[in-house]
């Protein structure tokens, strides 16, 4: 006979892991704009949204259909606060499982897997020290911020 009780009590174990896993993953987040927030004067922040992927036929980006048939991925964006806007800058490709961990975060050609906090934090670190977001984020600081019309 099968044991329906015993799979029902591991079905909301793993969710109040994934309950617990997403949330300290949200606060590593909220760290780390918590401190650009400081070394950008509020103007920086990253955040993870979804980006629409430009589809390939035969080798070549079909800018129409892509946006006639969206296929969307998750993404790191630097986001620059004062413009009230959504306009975002992808640093990263982003995936992150049901249960929260392991996520991959994806730089150029490099993959990083994080099974939890420390190694979160980690690749965090090491995709604010690429060259190529350093440019995107030293850009976003460099931006006036807007004037509002009252």
């Known amino acids: 006979m099968a044991n329906f009780l015993e799979s029902f009590n591991k079905g909301?174990?793993?969710?109040?892991?994934?309950?617990?896993?997403?949330?300290?993953?949200?606060?590593?987040?909220?760290?780390?704009?918590?401190q650009l927030a400081v070394a950008t004067a509020g103007k920086v922040a990253i955040r993870r949204r979804q980006f629409n992927a430009a589809?390939?036929?035969?080798?070549?980006?079909?800018?129409l259909l892509s946006l006639l048939r969206p296929e969307k991925y998750w993404g790191l964006a630097a986001i620059f606060l004062p413009s009230g806007t959504v306009e975002a800058t992808e640093l990263a490709k982003w995936e992150e499982e049901n249960s929260g961990y392991p996520c991959t975060v994806t730089i150029g050609s490099q993959r990083y897997v994080c099974e939890d906090r420390a190694a979160l934090e980690g690749v965090l670190e090491t995709v604010l020290a690429d060259p190529s977001v350093g440019e995107v984020l030293h850009a976003l600081m460099q931006m006036p911020i807007p004037v509002s019309k009252a």
Do not use: W, Y
């Open 12 to 34: 909301i174990a793993a969710a109040r892991d994934a309950e617990r896993n997403k949330a300290e993953i949200q606060e590593v987040f909220d760290d780390l704009n918590q």
């Open 55 to 63: 589809i390939d036929i035969l080798g070549q980006k079909n800018a």
